[in-house]
Nanobody, 125 residues
Framework: QVRLMESRGGSVQSGGSLRLSCVVS????????MGWFRQAPGKEREGVAA???????IYADSVTGRFTISRDNAKNTLYLQMNALKPEDTAMYYC???????????????????WGRGTQVTVSS
């Protein structure tokens, strides 16, 4: 059984930082892109950042320069370092594994097949 377990998010003030992690069990992620997505109330799920199997990354314009995605295949773990957080970053954050091997990173949710249950990040002004 494939499980993706996000770390606890949290509540921070504007300008603060948080680090999310996503531990995968029941699946070897080495050959697959992984990504972070978020969904705010009343909005569609959107891609935040993704990293390919070989380490290439892509970011949404809204988080470029503030967020950093990374992965540790030995630990089957994905990370998202979030700095200079803004109230508009408030959302439920999800990690996911892409369904296609050896594909470059993509922010479209439709290509991802395994998802975590999400963790709440709240940024207050």
């Amino acid at each position: 059984q494939v499980r993706l377990m996000e770390s606890r998010g949290g509540s921070v003030q504007s300008g603060g930082s948080l680090r999310l992690s996503c531990v995968v069990s029941g699946y070897t992620v080495d050959d697959y892109s992984m990504g972070w997505f978020r969904q705010a109330p009343g909005k569609e799920r959107e891609g935040v950042a993704a990293v390919s199997d070989f380490g290439s990354t892509i970011y949404a314009d809204s988080v470029t320069g503030r967020f950093t995605i990374s992965r540790d295949n030995a630990k089957n773990t994905l990370y998202l370092q979030m700095n200079a957080l803004k109230p508009e970053d408030t959302a439920m954050y999800y990690c996911a594994i892409h369904r296609v091997r050896w594909l470059g990173p993509t922010l479209s949710p439709s290509g991802y097949t395994y998802w975590g249950r999400g963790t709440q990040v709240t940024v207050s002004s």
